[in-house]
């Protein structure tokens, strides 16, 4: 049996991320009526997030509580375990108590207005002329709750956008992480990442560092390639197991990063933002500062909507347009160099290793945006003009 919520909502916010919050809140903040519907039972659980990200994030959601670290640099370690060192001398990232951040975002929404409810997964959703129905299921028992607007923030695997058939990420980048738990690094403020055929197709692997030891995690983007091969390889890697010393994993948790630039993100009374609308960094698989972005291009054309009783595709539009401004140049150019760089073949990497380890090249490099990588590319790539033969066409694209 289903049991109906007699409540009218202007907005229903599937999925309690961070994004989620940050558009539930900014809606509830000028005057609507939002409800987020999350599964789970806690927010910011299970984490699935290295929790690195640039300081430009807390100075979008000013929480500076959940900062505990810093990054100046890094060590990059090629397949045949070649070190570039990489020392920006300042802070160039942040590394967050990615639970904390979560907590922290439901907090600003929840004060602003917007009502949170834990345990409710969201079954069902029909659109009428009159609105929408979504239906969830809480401690056994299914609930139907109406709306005038659904926002699809609930992930790579969005129910709501495969409900109305909405654009599908162009491919997914599979993930495995873990805490390795011991004395703090020596090398504190310095992340390491290893690259390879072997331990990280695709992508790359990362060593971030705690105070409690290191947020260890490999993304694998080869079809065929079983991940926990690669987790295997990375853990017997010469480099890799002197910087762990002694110090012993966590258990693992397993994710889905989504890649691509999907050509639809709304439709009538349906908005998708963050993972769910693919709005993440194709270089590093981060998806906090461009969601957040994201979330309050949604909650202005949506209050704008909402104010004007104009909710079909054409005029929830608006918010497709307004990220392409921001959101849409970091995706469709980040992913023009994951293409170029990315698959590389392990011999390749090391022929573009040597062209970049130079001190021009590294300094040019040390000055670049991790939000917006290619910003820098066209400098790097004219220092180092041999990296154009990896990837011309990718490259000659790019520059348009």
């Known amino acids: 049996m289903t049991c109906r919520d007699d409540r009218v909502?202007?907005?229903?916010?599937?999925?309690g991320g961070p994004v989620g919050f940050r558009t539930a809140g900014a809606i509830a903040r000028k005057g609507h009526r939002v409800v987020v519907l999350e599964e789970h039972a806690?927010?910011?659980?299970?984490?699935?997030?290295?929790?690195?990200?640039?300081?430009?994030?807390?100075?979008?959601?000013?929480?500076?509580?959940?900062?505990?670290?810093?990054?100046?640099?890094?060590?990059?370690h090629s397949p045949r375990e070649n070190v570039l060192h990489l020392d920006?001398?300042?802070?160039?990232?942040?590394?967050?108590?990615?639970?904390?951040?979560d907590r922290s975002m439901a907090s600003w929404a929840a004060t602003g207005g917007a009502e949170i409810r834990l345990k409710s997964r969201v079954t069902g959703l029909h659109r009428d002329q009159g609105g929408m129905t979504v239906s969830y299921r809480n401690l056994g028992n299914v609930y139907s709750v109406r709306c005038r607007v659904v926002v699809g923030a609930d992930g790579p695997n969005?129910?709501?956008?495969?409900?109305?058939?909405?654009?599908?990420?162009?491919?997914?980048i599979r993930c495995y992480q873990a805490e390795f738990l011991g004395t703090p690094?020596?090398?504190?403020?310095?992340?390491?990442?290893?690259?390879?055929?072997d331990v990280s197709p695709g992508f790359f692997a990362w060593a971030i560092p705690t105070p409690t030891g290191y947020r260890v995690g490999l993304g694998v983007d080869r079809p065929g390639v079983n991940p926990k091969n690669c987790w295997k390889a990375l853990l017997s890697l010469s480099s890799f197991v002197e910087l762990m010393g002694n110090r012993s994993p966590g258990a693992i948790q397993s994710g889905i990063i989504p890649l691509g630039q999907p050509r639809n993100i709304v439709d009538d009374r349906v908005v998708l933002v963050g993972d769910s609308a693919c709005q993440?960094?194709?270089?590093?698989?981060?998806?906090?500062?461009?969601?957040?972005?994201?979330?309050?291009?949604?909650?202005?054309?949506?209050?704008?909507?909402?104010?004007?009783?104009?909710?079909?595709?054409?005029?929830?539009?608006?918010?497709?347009?307004?990220?392409?401004?921001?959101?849409?140049?970091?995706?469709?150019?980040?992913?023009?160099?994951?293409?170029?760089f990315m698959h590389l073949s392990d011999e390749k990497?090391?022929?573009?290793?040597?062209?970049?380890?130079?001190?021009?090249?590294?300094?040019?490099?040390?000055?670049?945006?991790i939000d917006k990588p290619y910003a820098m590319a066209t400098s790097v790539i004219r220092k180092a003009p041999g990296l154009v033969k990896f990837a011309g066409p990718y490259l000659r694209s790019y520059f348009k």
């Open 88 to 101: 920006a001398g300042r802070t160039k990232a942040l590394i967050i108590d990615r639970v904390r951040f």
């Open 280 to 340: 993440v960094k194709p270089t590093s698989g981060g998806g906090i500062y461009t969601g957040l972005l994201a979330a309050d291009h949604a909650a202005d054309t949506i209050h704008t909507c909402l104010e004007k009783n104009e909710l079909s595709l054409g005029h929830l539009k608006e918010y497709q347009k307004r990220c392409q401004s921001d959101v849409g140049r970091i995706v469709k150019k980040g992913m023009r160099l994951n293409k170029a």
């Open 349 to 369: 990497m090391e022929e573009g290793f040597k062209m970049i380890n130079r001190p021009d090249v590294i300094s040019l490099i040390l000055r670049g945006d």
């Open 42 to 76: 806690e927010v910011g659980r299970p984490l699935q997030c290295a929790g690195l990200v640039s300081p430009r994030v807390i100075d979008m959601a000013p929480f500076s509580s959940c900062v505990i670290g810093q990054v100046k640099g890094g060590y990059v």
């Open 158 to 172: 969005s129910l709501v956008r495969k409900t109305f058939d909405l654009n599908r990420p162009e491919r997914f």
């Open 185 to 197: 690094s020596s090398r504190d403020g310095f992340l390491h990442i290893f690259t390879g055929e």
């Open 9 to 15: 909502y202007d907005a229903v916010v599937v999925g």
